[in-house]
């Protein structure tokens, strides 16, 4: 068997090679799943055990495992890179497109950036910062939308001689260019 990287159990080159906590912590898996398989005794599997904890060569390790089954072992596998979301790419797509198409795609970005975020904490894939940017630019178009609407509104109100739809007719208004006629008091008869 081969619990490190394939190095044979005969003295000498690389089985004498230091095996590290996971190469140890791979041996103790193999050494359960025997015992659980009922391959060792319950003794046979503590001394075992003990001796793949303390063991510091690639050597030591294929002692303890060299006859059980399926314990032949290459090199730990490499993960490749994890994928980016899609969801996420395309929030930030349509949060970005805003500024050549208007609000259009701005509920879009929304929506496909709370979606991207949700599978990204499901997942584990790559994206969080872009579903956040998407987001971030799809509310902010929705704020100043809002502001827009309401500083127009603010305009018409102010502009026109209307206020909340009724007309005011211009005598109730007050006229600043125009001072107040002053009337004598009355004159007392004697």
């Not at 003990?50 to 399926?70: C, F, H, I």
């Not at 980016?84 to 497109?97: D, E, F, K, M």
């Not at 500024?99 to 990204?120: D, E, K, S």
Request: net charge positive.
């Amino acid at each position: 068997m081969a619990v490190g990287q394939g190095y044979p159990v005969p003295g000498g080159g690389r089985g004498q090679m230091r095996a590290a906590d996971a190469d140890r912590d791979r041996a103790v898996n193999y050494l359960t799943t025997a015992y659980t398989e009922g391959r060792l005794a319950k003794d046979e599997y503590d001394a075992r055990l003990e001796t793949a904890l303390s063991a510091r060569t690639y050597a030591d390790l294929d002692q303890v495992v060299t006859d059980l089954p399926g314990a032949r072992v290459g090199p730990v596998p490499r993960r490749g890179p994890t994928p980016t979301n899609g969801l996420a790419i395309a929030s930030l797509a349509c949060g970005l497109a805003q500024f050549a198409f208007g609000p259009l795609p701005t509920i879009p970005a929304i929506v496909l950036g709370h979606m991207a975020r949700h599978q990204i904490r499901r997942t584990g894939e790559q994206g969080a910062g872009m579903a956040l940017a998407g987001l971030l630019l799809g509310w902010a178009a929705v704020a100043m939308g809002v502001l827009a609407i309401l500083a127009l509104t603010l305009f018409v109100v102010t502009s026109s001689g209307h206020v909340a739809g009724i007309a005011v007719h211009p005598h109730l208004l007050p006229n600043v260019h125009t001072l107040p006629e002053i009337n004598p008091p009355p004159r007392l008869a004697p």
